[in-house]
T-cell receptor, first 111, second 113 residues
């Protein structure tokens, strides 16, 4: 079983719609969870970090964490064409400090 | 806003040659990392470094790789004898506290011919 799984996409949404990105992880000792955005040829850019169950909102972005289901999601409201990128779910285990990345979900926001 | 910087942005080398990739982490950060991303694949952890020693390394990080913090600002990744399969983007990252967000540099694109 892969450590961090994401739908590879591409996920296409119209401009102004809500984009929903999902991620599951296999190791229950995972403690810290991150969503990064990566444009083609660029480095990962942090969007959100979440450490406890529930929702965390930052502007148009909402991260949701459910440790019992080992599930993390990212909602992007009012999607813009500039949101078109690959979204990387990343997980950090307790007592380790390496980040384990998922394969990413490609999002395309259609004007 | 402070950021991680990396040099060079691109490096082309011949198979078997040594390369050194350089990073300047954010100044108050204490934990440093190298990751790589082969084209079309996911970002993979290579090594973490704290207090002048390696704290964790992946199976990718074999004897051909080494890291060093030669002074108070630079953090380097050396590949002693490059292979074709070392062609990838190499990202440096740093964080102030273990377990918290890691901030990534812009990357070095390494091409081994």
């Amino acid at each position: 079983q892969k450590e961090v799984e994401q739908n590879s996409g591409p996920l296409s949404v119209p401009e102004g719609a809500i984009a929903s990105l999902n991620c599951t992880y296999s190791d229950r000792v995972s403690q810290s969870f991150f969503w990064y955005r990566q444009y083609s040829g660029k480095s990962p850019e942090l969007i959100m970090s979440i450490y406890s169950n529930g929702d965390k909102e930052d502007g148009r972005f909402t991260a949701q964490l459910n440790k019992a289901s080992q599930y993390v999601s990212l909602l992007i409201r009012d999607s813009q064409p500039s949101d078109s990128a690959t979204y990387l779910c990343a997980v950090m285990k307790t007592s380790y400090d390496k980040v384990i990345f998922g394969p990413g979900t490609s999002l395309s926001v259609i004007p | 806003e402070p950021e991680v910087t990396q040099t060079p942005s691109h490096q082309v080398t011949q198979m078997g040659q040594e390369v050194i990739l350089r990073c300047v982490p954010i100044s108050n950060h204490l934990y440093f990392y190298w990751y790589r991303q082969i084209l079309g694949q996911k970002v993979e952890f290579l090594v973490s470094f704290y207090n002048n020693e390696i704290s964790e390394k992946s199976e990718i990080f074999d004897d051909q790789f080494s890291v060093e913090r030669p002074d108070g600002s630079n953090f380097t990744l050396k590949i002693r004898s490059t292979k074709l399969e070392d062609s990838a983007m190499y990202f440096c990252a740093s964080t102030e506290r273990r377990g918290e967000t890691q901030y990534f540099g812009p990357g070095t694109r390494l091409l081994v011919l």
